[in-house]
């Protein structure tokens, strides 16, 4: 298995002499597209209906939790990266630490599938968004030599793990429960209801 991973990402891996703007566009697919997970989930939460909100509340939850279980898989079986190994192209300055499975493909796929499993129409607009941006994100990783693809895989695992969990029963309860609480916060410090 671990010979095949090494023989796709030399194919998916940048040539030698990456630069400009290639080297630019490809670097905000892996690092920038992120972002739109703080963007799109305060935008549900500050202009939303109280589906909005609960269907941001869920995909923070389902954040938080999926990187949770990405550190604790990390601990568990640590994975060089590409360039720690000496394998290929890097152009994207990363720590050294375990790369399976990748975070930024679990955080965005995570996120896409509990706001996609919400009952809000902007939040499944959101998903939609998200969930076409995170085999970019995926490839972007790989080309720029900080990920092997079955680190893509893991993170699709990890995510889809974590979204059946909070679309469970008691997981339904625990996002309704958070998304009170923040609205009972919302009304004390700001001294009236959000939704």
């Known amino acids: 298995m671990e010979a095949l991973n090494t023989q ?3 194919l998916l891996n940048a ?25 799109g989930l305060t935008s549900l939460w500050l202009l939303g ?8 509340v869920k995909a923070l939850l389902a954040g938080v939790l999926v990187l949770g279980l990405n550190q604790l898989i990390g601990l568990a079986w640590f994975h060089p990266r590409p360039f ?20 930024h493909v679990s955080l965005l796929c995570a996120v896409g ?8 129409l902007w939040a499944k607009r959101l998903a939609g968004l998200l ?5 970019l994100v995926a490839w972007a990783r790989i080309y720029l030599g900080v990920h092997f693809p079955l680190d893509m ?3 699709l695992a990890a995510a889809g793990a974590v ?10 309860q625990l996002s309704r429960k958070l998304a009170d609480s923040i609205d009972a916060g919302f009304a004390i410090i700001f001294g009236q209801k959000s939704s």
């Open 8 to 10: 796709l990402f030399l």
């Open 15 to 39: 040539p030698s002499g990456l630069h400009g703007v290639s080297l630019w566009i490809v670097t905000a697919l892996a690092e920038w597209m992120v972002w739109l997970i703080p963007i």
């Open 49 to 56: 209906e109280l589906n909005d909100q609960r269907a941001a």
């Open 84 to 103: 720690m190994l000496g394998i290929g192209h890097s152009y994207l300055a990363h720590a050294a630490d375990s790369s399976f499975p990748s975070d």
């Open 113 to 120: 599938l509990a706001l996609w499993t919400s009952h809000s």
């Open 131 to 135: 969930l076409v941006v995170t085999p």
């Open 153 to 155: 895989l893991g993170a």
């Open 163 to 172: 979204v059946w969990l909070l679309n469970t029963f008691k997981g339904q």
